[in-house]
Structure formats: C-alpha cells, structure tokens
C-alpha cells in the first residue's frame, strides 16, 4: 500500500517539480526581460523619431507651398515696368521686312548645308 501510495504521490509531484515558482526567476530570465524591454522601447523611440520628421516636412513643404503662391499672387498683381520714353517712337514701317521666298530659300540652303557635314 506504501509503495502505490509512494508511486501515486511521484506521478503528482513530477510535472510540480519540473516548473519553477514564479518567484524563483533566473537572472538569465531576467536579462532576457530587460532586453526585450530595451528593444521595445528602441522601436518606440524610432516610430516616434519617424512620425514627427513626417510631420516636420509635411509642415515644410506646406510652407514652401504658401510661399510660392504668395510669390505668384504678388507677380499678378505687381507693377508692369514703365515704357521705354523712346519705345512710342519707333515705327515699324522702317523695319526691315524680307520676303517669304528668300526666307525659304536661305532655311533651304541652311538645312543642306547642315546635312553635308565632313
């Protein structure tokens, strides 16, 4: 009776005996948790570090943006610069004027030319 007693309480206490109390943690479990708990805090910081130089150029091309439509705006709405004080009095009737045949002519004579390279 002793001896099924002794080989029940052995098939109880195996499984017990192979787990380790909760409050009996190596300090290689320990060093395990503190560097996951490094690293997880490192990815933290980079997301963070990411999210915000997102949000750090987002904020500079939409400044970048407002100061191309101020410029433009300012462009339409500027000033034309003043006449040339003699630009009324030239006429362009003493323009030289050349005839559309020598116009074709020398463009005929130009594109040979650029074709008989040596």
């Given at each position: 009776?002793?001896?099924?007693?002794?080989?029940?309480?052995?098939?109880?206490?195996?499984?017990?005996?192979?787990?380790?109390p909760p409050d009996l943690?190596?300090?290689?479990?320990?060093?395990?948790?503190?560097?996951?708990?490094?690293?997880?805090?490192?990815?933290?910081?980079?997301?963070?570090?990411?999210?915000?130089?997102?949000?750090?150029?987002?904020?500079?091309?939409?400044?970048?943006?407002?100061?191309?439509?101020?410029?433009?705006?300012?462009?339409a709405t500027a000033i034309?610069?003043?006449?040339?004080?003699?630009?009324?009095?030239?006429?362009?009737?003493?323009?030289?004027?050349?005839?559309?045949?020598?116009?074709?002519?020398?463009?005929?004579?130009?594109?040979?030319?650029?074709?008989?390279?040596?």
């Open positions: 009776m002793r001896m099924i007693l002794a080989v029940f309480a052995a098939a109880l206490a195996g499984p017990a005996l192979a787990q380790t943690v190596s300090q290689g479990d320990l060093a395990i948790q503190n560097a996951e708990a490094q690293a997880a805090a490192n990815r933290r910081e980079v997301s963070l570090e990411n999210r915000l130089n997102a949000q750090d150029a987002a904020l500079r091309a939409e400044t970048a943006v407002r100061a191309l439509q101020d410029q433009s705006a300012q462009a034309p610069p003043p006449a040339l004080a003699g630009a009324a009095s030239v006429s362009l009737g003493d323009m030289a004027s050349i005839p559309d045949e020598r116009l074709a002519a020398s463009n005929a004579r130009v594109r040979e030319a650029a074709q008989n390279r040596r």
